[in-house]
C-alpha cells in the first residue's frame, strides 16, 4: 500500500521538507491551469449553444448529459490506459481531445453534430481530471502530497469563478465563434508544458494492474468514495436546483450563493491539504460532513442563512475533497496512482450527475427544499461510513510536527 513520506521522521528535529514548487509540479500547475481555463468556457456556452441550434431545452440538458457520460466512462477506463501507454502519452491524448473538437463547433450544424463533438470533448476531459490529479501524486515530495493536491485543486476550480461568467459574456458581444476558438485553443496550449517536464514518472508503463471493478471491490477504497460521492450528490442538487429555489438577483441570489461556495471550497480544500500533511485527514471527514449539512439546510431559506449555508457548504466539501483524494492515494499502491484518482473523479462526477438526476423526481413530489434537505439526511448517514472506515484502517504512520 502507498506510505506517507512523514513515517519515521522524528517528532522534533526531523528532516526539511522539500520544496513543493519543484519545476515539474509548476509546469503541470500550468497545464492545469490553461486546460481549465479551456473546459470552464464552454462549460454553460455549449448547452445555450445546444438549444440555438434547435435543440431547445431538451438539447441543452443532452448536450450535458453526454458530456457527462463519456468523461465517466472515459474515467473508468483510465487506469488501463494509463498502464498500457503511460502518463505522457494518455495526457497529451486527453488535451488533445479536449481541445480539437472544440474548433469544431461552429462547423457542427445541428444538435446531432454538438453532441458528436461534445462526446469527444468528454474523453478528453475524462482523460486530464484522472491524469492531473495521478500525476501530480507522483511529482509531489511524499510529506507534502496533501498541499499538493490543494493546488491541484486550485488550478481546476479558481477558472470557474471568471470563466463562466466570461464565457457567456463573449457569446453576447463576440458571438459562439470566439468562444470555441478560446475554449479549444487553451488546452492545446498544455501539452507545451506537460512536454518541459523531464520525469521518468511520465513515461512509465507499469503504473498498476488494478482496474476499476477491482478498486470498487477493496472496501477501504469503497467506503471512502460512497462518502466522497454523498458530497458531490449534494453539489448537484446546489447546482441544478438553487436557481430555481431563490430569487434570481440581489445579494442573495443564487449567483452570490454560488460564488461563495465556489470560493470557500477552493480555500477550505488548501488548507485541508496542509493539514492532512501535518495530521491524519481522516480527522477532516466528520466535521466535512456535518458542515456541508448544516449548509444544505441554511442553503433554501433565502436572505443571509443563503450565504452562510453556502459558506458551510463550501468549507465542508473542501475539506472532503482533499482529504478523500489524499486517503485514497494512500490506500493504493505506489504504481496504482491511475486507479485512485479514477475512483475519485468517477465519485465526483457520477454523484454530481447522479444528483441532479434523482433527486428531480424527489422534487416532483416534496417540492425544491425537499431535496436539500434529504441530501443533508444523506450527509449525516454518510458520518456512520466515517466511523465503520475508522474501525477498519490501519494506524496511520506518523506525520511529522516541526513544520
Same mark, same amino acid.
Given at each position: ?79 488501463? #490506459?494509463?498502464?498500457?501507454? %503511460? !502518463?505522457?502519452? /494518455?495526457?497529451?491524448? $486527453?488535451? +488533445? =481531445?479536449?481541445? @480539437?473538437?472544440? &474548433? ?65 459574456? #463573449?457569446?453576447?458581444?463576440? %458571438? !459562439?465563434?470566439? /468562444?470555441?476558438?478560446? $475554449?479549444? +485553443? =487553451?488546452?492545446? @496550449?498544455?501539452? &507545451? ?65 454560488? #460564488? ?14 496542509? =493539514? ?128
Amino acid at each position: 500500500m502507498g506510505r506517507r513520506g512523514g513515517e519515521g521522521a522524528k517528532e522534533t528535529g526531523g528532516p526539511k521538507r522539500k520544496a513543493l514548487i519543484s519545476g515539474p509540479v509548476a509546469s503541470l500547475a500550468l497545464a492545469m491551469l490553461v486546460s481549465a481555463f479551456g473546459f470552464q468556457l464552454l462549460l454553460s456556452v455549449v448547452p445555450l449553444y445546444a438549444a440555438a441550434v434547435g435543440g431547445g431545452t431538451g438539447g441543452a440538458g443532452l448536450a450535458t448529459a453526454t458530456f457527462m457520460l463519456t468523461t465517466v466512462l472515459t474515467q473508468v477506463a483510465m487506469p488501463r #490506459l494509463l498502464g498500457r501507454f %503511460g !502518463y505522457r502519452r /494518455v495526457l497529451v491524448a $486527453g488535451l +488533445l =481531445f479536449l481541445g @480539437l473538437p472544440a &474548433l469544431l463547433y461552429p462547423l457542427a450544424g445541428g444538435v446531432a453534430g454538438v453532441l458528436a463533438v461534445t462526446l469527444a470533448r468528454g474523453v478528453g476531459f475524462g482523460i486530464v481530471t484522472v491524469g492531473f490529479a495521478a500525476l501530480i501524486v507522483e511529482l509531489a515530495p511524499p510529506e507534502r502530497r496533501g498541499e499538493a493536491l490543494g493546488l491541484f485543486g486550485l488550478a481546476m476550480t479558481l477558472p470557474t469563478v471568471l470563466c463562466n461568467p466570461l464565457g457567456l459574456w #463573449l457569446v453576447e458581444v463576440s %458571438g !459562439y465563434t470566439t /468562444v470555441f476558438l478560446l $475554449g479549444g +485553443l =487553451f488546452p492545446l @496550449l498544455a501539452p &507545451l508544458a506537460v512536454a518541459g517536464i523531464r520525469t521518468g514518472s511520465l513515461d512509465r508503463e507499469a503504473v498498476g494492474g488494478a482496474g476499476f471493478l477491482e478498486g470498487l471491490r477493496r472496501g477501504p477504497l469503497l467506503r471512502l468514495a460512497l462518502i466522497f460521492a454523498t458530497v458531490t450528490s449534494a453539489t448537484g442538487v446546489v447546482v441544478t436546483f438553487l436557481p430555481l429555489t431563490l430569487p434570481a438577483s440581489g445579494l442573495f441570489s443564487p449567483a452570490s450563493a454560488l #460564488l461563495v461556495f465556489g470560493l470557500t471550497s477552493t480555500f477550505s480544500r488548501l488548507w485541508a491539504g496542509r =493539514f492532512g500533511d501535518r495530521r491524519d485527514p481522516h480527522i477532516l471527514l466528520v466535521p466535512g460532513l456535518f458542515a456541508a449539512a448544516v449548509g444544505m439546510v441554511a442553503l433554501p431559506q433565502g436572505g443571509p442563512p443563503t450565504l452562510g449555508g453556502a459558506l458551510l457548504l463550501g468549507a465542508g466539501v473542501g475539506l472532503l475533497q482533499n482529504s478523500t483524494l489524499v486517503l485514497i492515494m494512500d490506500r493504493v499502491a505506489d504504481d496504482e496512482r491511475g486507479l485512485g484518482s479514477t475512483l475519485w473523479n468517477v465519485s465526483f462526477d457520477a454523484g454530481t450527475g447522479v444528483g441532479a438526476f434523482s433527486f428531480g423526481f424527489i422534487v416532483g413530489v416534496g417540492g425544491l427544499s425537499s431535496a436539500f434537505y434529504i441530501s443533508a439526511l444523506i450527509l449525516l448517514a454518510a458520518i456512520g461510513l466515517v466511523f465503520v472506515d475508522l474501525h477498519h484502517k490501519k494506524p496511520a504512520p506518523h506525520r511529522p510536527s516541526d513544520y
